[in-house]
């Protein structure tokens, strides 16, 4: 039979989609799922917090609730508490009505929304990622029409930050490029700038005008506090100058399936917000005309309520603190094990993930002999284990290293 689309040639797989599908089909009892950056319980099982359980409970009570069409930019009240709850109490540019909210699908469709908007309106299309950064940053960019490059983020030789090479790479870029800076935790190499670092980067980003935008998909998961997890953009914010943010309650709320996140646009002035809220929303009309309301209406919820939100707030450090303890777990492991090699980056790396050294060869072997999953580059999403599958890890990590340097 003939087919008008039998010319659609098959897309490459995505990187980390791909090994979680792999890991899904495989038959083994013992699999274990380190690929996506998602929070297991103890159990190894996916965890849905107490106060999104109580959330959803109350908003099933409430019969004035239903299920009408959201405005375009989505509910009014998530857009002013996730403003608030990146930008802080008291932000200046709020009150001086320069920043602009949507709510939209997660932090990918912040971004995406965001990166459709820039290319549209900014003079300037490239666009600077992280070396290396989370795999669908480029694509998002890319299917946008923009023009990723790369700046240097990562020194594999001290497993640190290439903060050299950063500041050289920003330096060089075209005046008014866009950057993307990960606000917090950043994936897959959980290194972080110091907050000095950041003041130099905040310094060479505004020198240059480049617009900076951050990825904030973390925020609570490096330090465990809201707060200060925020204060890299907050640093950028003070200045009194541009930038954008893409918001993901995906994983500090657990709410991955639900879709739900914002795009915050600072402004130089309540002028300049007004005009550029116009033109996003013609994006997100055209997009999806408006976002859903359920995961909104959790979010909204838990924020608005001051024991909710404290509720939170001790859940989310109650994940972060298992994240650590699997860290050392981890490490002290290896460590009895005598696993050749310095393994002090487990512990010092910050965050969902660890980056861990091992390269795709060696990644392959733990699939195929160990039936432990994990993304190409290495990369193992800490939040998926537990106390008592970290010990097959370290066994089949030691066995890996031992047979292929
Ligand atoms: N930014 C970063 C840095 C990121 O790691 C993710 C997801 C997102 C944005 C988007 O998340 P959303 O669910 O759209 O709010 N990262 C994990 C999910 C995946 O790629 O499958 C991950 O890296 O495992």
Same mark, same amino acid.
């Given at each position: 039979m003939n087919s008008i689309l039998s010319s659609v040639l098959p897309a490459p797989e995505d990187p980390i989609l791909s090994v979680y599908y792999a890991c899904r089909d495989d038959p083994s009892p013992v699999k274990l799922n380190l690929t996506a950056g998602t929070y297991q319980?103890?159990?190894g099982k996916p965890h849905v917090l107490e106060v999104v359980r109580r959330a959803e409970q109350q908003l099933a009570n409430d019969l004035s609730w239903n299920k009408e069409?959201?405005? /375009?930019?989505? &509910?009014?009240?998530?857009?002013k508490l996730s403003a608030k709850l990146i930008l802080g109490d008291d932000s200046l540019a709020v009150k001086?009505? @320069?920043?602009?909210?949507? !709510?939209? &699908?997660? %932090?990918?469709?912040? /971004? @995406? =929304?965001?990166? #459709?908007?820039?290319?549209?309106?900014? !003079?300037? $299309?490239? +666009?600077?990622v992280p070396n290396p950064t989370w795999g669908n940053h480029p694509n998002i960019f890319n299917m946008a029409g923009l023009s990723v490059e790369h700046y240097r983020y990562y020194d594999p030789e001290t497993r640190g930050l290439d903060f050299k090479g950063l500041l050289e790479d920003l330096g060089a870029a075209p005046s008014g490029a866009i950057v993307v800076l990960q606000a917090c935790a950043h994936n897959p190499t959980g290194v972080d700038p110091?907050? #000095?670092?950041w003041e130099k980067i905040r310094k060479i980003v505004r020198s240059k005008s480049l617009l900076p935008f951050f990825d904030n998909a973390y925020q609570g998961f490096a330090s465990g506090d809201i707060d200060s997890d925020a204060q890299a953009v907050r640093m950028f914010v003070a200045d009194g100058d541009e930038c954008l943010i893409a918001l993901s309650y995906g994983k500090n709320m %657990?709410?991955?399936?639900? @879709?739900?996140?914002? &795009?915050?646009? =600072?402004?130089?002035?309540?002028?300049?917000?007004?005009?550029? #809220?116009? !033109?996003?929303?013609?994006?997100? $009309?055209?997009?999806? /005309?408006?976002?859903? +309301?359920? %995961?909104?209406? +959790? =979010?909204?919820?838990? &924020?608005?309520?001051s024991d909710m939100y404290k509720d939170w707030t001790i859940e989310l450090k109650g994940m972060v603190d298992r994240i650590l303890s699997m860290r050392q777990e981890l490490y002290e492991a290896l460590q009895a094990r005598g696993t050749p090699g310095d393994w002090s980056h487990i512990i010092k790396q910050i965050g969902?993930?660890?980056f861990t050294g091992l390269n795709e060869k060696q990644v392959r072997l733990m699939a195929k002999e160990h039936h432990i999953y994990m993304t190409y580059d290495g990369r193992i999403s800490i939040g998926g284990l537990s106390s008592k599958t970290v010990p097959r890890l370290a066994d089949a990590i030691h066995a890996v290293v031992t047979r292929i340097a």
């Open positions: 319980s103890e159990e069409y959201l405005p /375009l930019n989505g &509910l009014a009240d998530f857009n001086e009505n @320069r920043v602009v909210t949507f !709510q939209c &699908l997660s %932090g990918t469709g912040s /971004l @995406r =929304v965001g990166a #459709e908007f820039l290319a549209q309106h900014h !003079q300037q $299309r490239v +666009i600077f110091t907050f #000095e670092q %657990g709410l991955y399936g639900e @879709r739900v996140g914002s &795009l915050t646009i =600072v402004c130089k002035s309540e002028d300049v917000a007004k005009k550029v #809220e116009s !033109q996003v929303l013609l994006v997100v $009309r055209a997009m999806y /005309l408006t976002p859903p +309301i359920h %995961g909104a209406a +959790i =979010v909204t919820t838990i &924020l608005k309520n969902m993930f660890s």
